[in-house]
């Protein structure tokens, strides 16, 4: 296409690309329902006189990507002849359209002196369709299509610029909702906007001019497209997730993908996701192609306007029956649940090629409605949406974004609107804190929403991704998952998922939508970020500390030495603590229940740091214990080592410290600590290899038995210990004749293994490299205890 100008080409490609968004803002400016006007749930689109998408506005993936080939599919009921201008034809069907009922494309013909020049397209969520339940989203108890609403295959609804009002009375007739017949007419008026600045096109450059333009605007993309792709290792990557369930007592969906790679194209073979479900949530072929194709799209050609030319390069392979294309006249009302399902599993087998590319998932799926017959500001029935969005996943460069969704591109309804459109009143609507997954760059924040209710009505809600919390990516937490209930005004407690509820006056329901996953270790984000989000409230003080590993000052200022005693734990060379000659005072504590988030904060930031500067004691440290080895461990789930330089001096001190500010004498403390022993080194034993850096975490081997535990035996497990791979020095004590309590100690010996490489350790466990020594140790009566310690803390030691 040599022929073409390269400044005419850029200026139609742009003009395109205006008439899609000029095309949406008719829409949102001209539609009746909140659906449309205040959510965005619409998509334009320009194509040309073959059906070809050719460009469109930045709205819904979901509607977008099924465009190119619905149209195609409307147009094979009305082929070239047969439309002429001003004609508008419309379709839900949801196996030709995006995938439900409520969803009307609309494709109307253009023509410059009397020649097909190509269409302008557009596609709205409607508020309602009829069915059998308020806005036909039902998912439990509805198990076909007929089920939820009417149904229309490509008609005519608008002919030479006239209504065809039969086919609108019929519409009206099935709908509880009349701003469908008003959406129906902004839709009109957003495709009359694209016929006139098509035709403008034309006007100036031609028809042949333009259609060679649109022509090689398809020919570059698919060339961009094809080349991005060559630019990924070829390969096929698996990766898999689950959605709750389909309603309650239902089983969860399995969503398995693998995505293939090879020359210039991307073939997501959907094979193994489990099969259609008796539910109004399955997802037609068409949504779940739109989803694969805005993730892959987004991690291949960010910045490249789609088309027909880019969609081209992508195969889906989808088993019919399956979930993710059911057989015709599945239901599927509540499909908008899978859209991040989708795309988040196309970007987690994605994240295995490019992880700088992809984000971490986002925040679930929170889309409560409310329906009543009698509307106390208009007297007529009123639906309307109550949407509690959260936050969006991490991306490498950034934090996710709050109270936003990813991938739909919706919005959260403005409270005003909400009240306006029905009688509820939203008594609460704010972000909220630790919600979002921790991250080198955190997940956006979720919000929580509460709605108490005016009148009798009914309340429709699809709560997902309760059951699989939104993962982070390279190292990221995952996000909080979204949850529900009603507080129904008797003091019954519902929890709200899938499903319908009738509610009064009094009844008040409330909405956690969840939070997006982080991107990367949340040890390496900066720590006055850290710092910042907590003075915005977006991180409290005990997840900056015990997520973050950044410890703040009462003045909430960084600091910086505990700060680094937290965040060293990842690679603390455990033995540091464990000087030669000195008594080790073991703690283990198991914090009361609901209050373990805030005692791990308090302790690792602020307890073994007022405990240290006792004259006596040189250091601490504090772990995570688990049970290894096969072996059992009914105690507590943390450890806490102090290096005592002399035991009485020490003791001393901290009884005198107790109840005091820098120990205060709390319930929570004194119950929490199940042992508190003092012990004295009886060997230590290096390896002959060089130890590497630290690697975090110990191996204790905790011995009680009524026989003595010998010097033959205790050289048999110090050897046993010192044989496992990573371990480069194995400790062994016993307890004190010193005591702090006057109770038999849990284990009369200890033995700790130092670990420099915890995954070579952790594997000889699980292939029962101890079992020899176990079986020695049972044999001579004792009982052992294997336990995996990972440090909470590095070493810590006295300020003076």
Known sequence: MSTIDPVTFSVVWGGLLSTAAEMGSTLLRTAYSMTVREGSDFSTGVFDAEGNMIAQGDYSPGHLGSMAFTVREMLAYYPKGSLGPGDAVICNDPTIGSGHLPDFFMVTPVFHEGELIGYAVNIAHHMDVGGSAPGSEEVVGIAETCQEGIRLMPVLLYKAGEPIKEVFRIIEGNVRIKDVLGDLHAQYAANTTGVARMQALARQYGAEQLAACMSEILARSHQAMVEAIAELPKGTYHFHDVLDDVGPDTDPVPFVLALTVDDGRIVCDWTGTGPQRPAGINAYLQYTRSYCIAAIKAVTLPKSPQNYGIIRCIEIVAPKGSYVNPHPGAASGARAVNANRIYEVVMGALAQIVPDRVIAASSGF?????????????????????????????????????????????????????????????????????????????GGLGIVKTYRFLQPMTLLAKVERTDCPPWGINGGLPGLSPAGRIEYADGREVKMKKGQWSVAPGDVAHILSGGGGGYGDPFDRDPERVADDVRQGYVSRESASLDYGVVLADGGEVDAVRTAVVRGARHAATEALQQPGQDLYLVMTRPLDGQERSFNHWYSSRHVHDLVEIPGITGAQRFRVRAAAGTQHEGSPYLALYAFENARKAVDGIVARRGTEHLPSTDALDRSATIAVIYSPTDARRSARAAKRGGGAMLMLGVRGSA?????????????????????????????????????????????????????????????????????????????????CEALTDRVAATA
Not at 713 to 731: C, N, R
Not at 759 to 780: I, N, Q, S, V, W
Request: one cysteine or more; charged letters at 20%.
């Open 366 to 442: 929170c889309n409560p409605k409310v329906s009543g017959t009698l509307s106390p500001y208009t007297g007529k029935p009123f639906l309307a949406w109550m949407s509690a969005i959260g936050g969006v996943g991490a991306h490498r460069h950034r934090d996710g974004q709050e109270a936003t969704t990813s991938p739909t591109n919706g919005t959260n309804t403005p409270v005003e609107v909400q009240e306006m459109n029905a009688p509820v009143f939203i008594e609460r609507m704010e972000l909220i804190p630790d919600t979002a997954g921790a991250g080198r760059f955190r």
């Open 708 to 788: 003595a535990f010998d010097a033959g035996l205790e050289d048999q497990a110090v050897t046993s210990l010192l044989a496992l791979p990573g371990v480069h020095l194995a400790q062994a004590y016993r307890a004190s004749d010193f005591q702090t309590k006057e109770v038999p100690p849990r284990y009369s010996q200890v033995l700790f293994a130092h670990v420099d490489d915890p995954d070579a350790t952790l594997r000889a466990l699980e292939e029962g490299a101890l079992k020899p020594l176990l079986a020695t140790l049972g044999a001579g009566g004792f009982d052992a205890s294997v336990l995996w």
